[in-house]
């Protein structure tokens, strides 16, 4: 490795899972944080000291879920996502994301459920208002709530969750594929079929032939983009930007913007190009991180990352990356910018393209990580994914969950997570005082240890797709298969 690193200092903790982050306009010098299990919290960067802002936790679903024979299921459902208004400093409007029960209301988007099928919740997109004491303590006001939108999801899992608001003015809504595994019905995974909070394995409902991330007529496996100033949507009270993609195309949503998504929790647009980056969590096999474009389709689940994927046959489990494609290929899939294999990591976590003023050698660069452990990465178009080097960790890891990267007014990032005791914490990303800051991650081939023999073919890439990972042979999963990427 490099000897190039950063840093990591602590911020803050006393959080259960922070699950995201936003700047208030006018509000530089804080950070408010979401707290899966409902809290809202602005956290002061100038010591680390927070407030609670409210308490949206009445309005979950019980997060933590129950399941026959197993310790512990990483529940995916609460307070997802936040976003302020461009215009907040005038108006006071704060949105939300949450995973809210599924009796709490009707879904306003077009369910995938069939008939007398219960979703396990809705996901809903909320409106507020931020009021201020006299003394300048922020606070949500209750009553001031308004649904925008909610969808039924069919499983717990999946559920996506930023909110960020572009250049345009206009709210881009990240949704996964309604959860399960492979998208598609009959697969077996962790249901709740009595309704009374304990799961158990049985097959689920809730995907259209095809994939749900692949049907434009629902919001699932999508990013949405929404007028929250404007009205008359068919489905919501917000308006639907005429230059969306799909806007009067027959059988389409037109809130759509981007499809073929398996679980895009995390994203960012750069600040200082518009460029959109989502991390788009994989099944068993490859992590991706994809730069979004209008109406682009990002493969899901005919492709897992660049590579052909194939559905598991209804088993417990899931499916797994093949040699040839095995499902209809729609035309013009756009690839990942960079993406890596379960050798490596297990569940990609979106970053940011770093623009702030502390470090100029990651200046330009995106910033994201994995899951697992807390590995840091950055990509940029001219030097490939690498790993970075973390000051005072022997196997530079940050040693909890990372579940979030959080950006300040300066263009300063930060680290979210929970260790596996303890609480959730923010660190803030700092330099490390060292000339070094990168390492490669192995790209084609088989690694240096992983074993066996180098195969060009196994590790193809599509040109300007970075792959990372070890074993090009997927060895880790115990299948004797080579990777070889859609083209």
């Known amino acids: 490795m490099s000897d190039r690193q950063v840093g990591v200092e602590l911020l803050a903790e006393g959080f259960k899972k922070p699950t995201n982050s936003a700047v208030a306009p006018g509000d530089p010098d804080a950070l408010y944080v979401s707290d899966q299990f409902g809290p809202l919290w602005r956290v002061e960067l100038r010591d680390g000291s927070k407030q609670m802002v409210a308490d949206l936790s009445g309005l979950l679903v019980p997060v933590g879920l129950k399941a026959e024979g197993v310790d512990h299921l990483p529940d995916e459902r609460g307070f997802l996502g936040l976003a302020f208004h461009p215009d ?61 939108f909610s969808v039924a999801e069919p499983q717990w899992n999946h559920n996506g969750g930023e909110l960020v608001f572009g250049p345009d003015g206009m709210l881009y809504v990240q949704l996964g594929d309604g959860g399960g595994a492979d998208d598609q019905n009959e697969q077996l995974w962790w249901t709740d079929p009595d309704d009374d909070g304990t799961y ?32 008359g949507a068919p ?56 730069v979004i474009q209008r109406g682009g389709n990002y493969g899901w689940n005919v492709r897992e990352g660049s590579f052909w994927f194939a559905p598991r046959d209804f088993e417990q489990g899931s499916g797994t990356v093949v040699e040839e494609p095995v499902q209809p290929v729609p035309p013009e899939l756009v690839d990942p910018v960079a993406q890596y294999d379960h050798d490596w990591g297990v ?85 490390a005082g060292t000339d070094g800051m990168v390492a490669p991650v192995p790209r084609g081939g088989v690694a240096a240890g992983a074993g066996g023999a180098a195969d060009d073919d196994a590790a193809t890439t599509v040109a300007g797709v970075a792959a990372l990972g070890g074993a090009a042979v997927l060895a880790g999963v115990g299948i004797a298969r080579r990777r070889t990427a859609a083209r």
């Open 88 to 148: 907040f400093e005038r108006n006071g409007l704060l949105y939300t994301h949450t995973s809210e029960p599924p009796d709490s209301g009707e879904p306003t988007f077009p369910s995938t459920l069939p008939s007398g099928e219960r979703a396990d919740h809705l996901g809903v997109l909320r409106e507020w208002t931020v009021q201020r004491s006299a003394d300048g303590t922020p606070s949500l006001d209750v009553d001031s709530s308004r649904v925008l």
């Open 347 to 431: 569940a990609v976590i979106g970053g940011y393209v770093y623009r702030g003023p502390d470090q100029p050698a990651l200046q330009g660069q995106y910033v994201f990580g994995d899951h697992h452990g807390g590995k840091l990465l950055v990509h940029s178009a001219e030097d490939p994914a690498r790993q970075l080097r973390i000051a005072g960790s022997e196997n530079n890891e940050l040693g909890y969950s990372l579940t979030a990267f959080a950006e300040d007014a300066h263009g300063e990032l930060y680290v979210m997570g929970t260790p596996h005791e303890g609480s959730g914490r923010i660190e803030r990303i700092v330099p």
């Open 200 to 231: 158990t394995v049985g097959p689920i409902v809730g995907h259209l032939d095809g994939g749900n991330a692949q049907d434009l007529s629902v919001p699932l496996g999508k990013i949405l983009r929404v007028d929250v100033d404007g009205r």
């Open 235 to 290: 489905h919501g009270e917000y308006g639907v930007p005429a230059d969306n993609p799909f806007v009067g195309v027959d059988g389409a949503l037109g809130e759509i913007w981007a499809y073929g998504l398996r679980n895009p929790f995390q994203g960012s647009i750069d600040r200082a190009t518009g460029d959109y980056w989502v991390g788009d969590v994989g099944q068993n096999d490859v992590e991706e991180v994809d």
